[in-house]
């Protein structure tokens, strides 16, 4: 990528950040003075990935609604702890990873991307679901060997779009142990894609 892009991008990506952050702030300080509203504002913004998240934990969408609400009745309960440091996203996740690993200890029924988790929009056409679909398999493959914490790290790059920097402080892994994992899952990946000849970067 030409140089200037990358410093476009990145400062798009910064200020885009620092704009979440102070309409969480907003949102985080009116539901702590008890507004609902805000509070579900909140949630709004958040569900979505949390759900997702669930999903790869658990192996059925009734535990992952159950995990959303588990998750976010900890998060307003905790709300007056969060200080700020990090984006709310990050601490967010953080409750629901420490939350998930917690559940499935006590259930004893867990996986990494179930096969009916669904990471397409309904909106792409049938050739981008089929590259979702390779991409899907070509990561479970590149996380067979891994053990479970780092298989959730992949999970949440390839899957919920999370930073390595917002990875490795929910989990606790050093970024460049998950840079190198996450290499290994898109090395598989482009062969795949090789293997079926489509073109295109990864």
């Given at each position: ?6 410093k ?24 702590i003075?008890g ?21 790869s934990?658990f ?5 992952a609604?159950d ?17 700020g ?29 179930p096969?009916?988790?669904?990471v397409v929009?309904?909106?792409l056409?049938?050739?981008q679901i089929?590259?979702?679909e ?10 067979k ?21 917002d ?12 840079k ?9 990946l ?13």
């Open positions: 990528m030409d140089p200037k892009a990358e476009k991008i990145t400062a798009e990506k910064k200020s885009e950040n620092e704009a979440v952050r102070k309409r969480d702030q907003v949102l985080i300080k009116a539901a003075h507004s609902s509203k805000a509070f579900a504002t909140l949630i709004s913004y958040y569900q979505t990935r949390v759900y997702r998240f669930g999903l934990f192996k059925n969408n009734a535990d609604d995990f959303v609400q588990d998750v976010f009745i900890k998060v307003y309960t905790n709300l007056t702890s969060f200080r440091d990090s984006q709310f996203s990050t601490w967010l996740m953080r409750i629901a990873y420490t939350t998930a690993l917690n559940n499935v200890t006590r259930r004893k029924e867990c996986e990494s991307i096969e009916n988790f669904d929009s309904p909106d056409t049938p050739e089929e590259l979702q390779i991409t899907k398999d070509a990561i479970n493959e590149a996380l060997d891994l053990p479970e914490k780092y298989r959730y790290c992949l999970d949440m790059y390839f899957f919920l779009g999370m930073s390595y920097s990875i490795s402080e929910v989990v606790d892994i050093p970024v460049n142990t998950l190198s994992n996450v290499f290994r899952a898109k090395k598989i482009k062969e795949k894609l090789e293997d079926m000849d489509i073109k295109g970067t990864i």
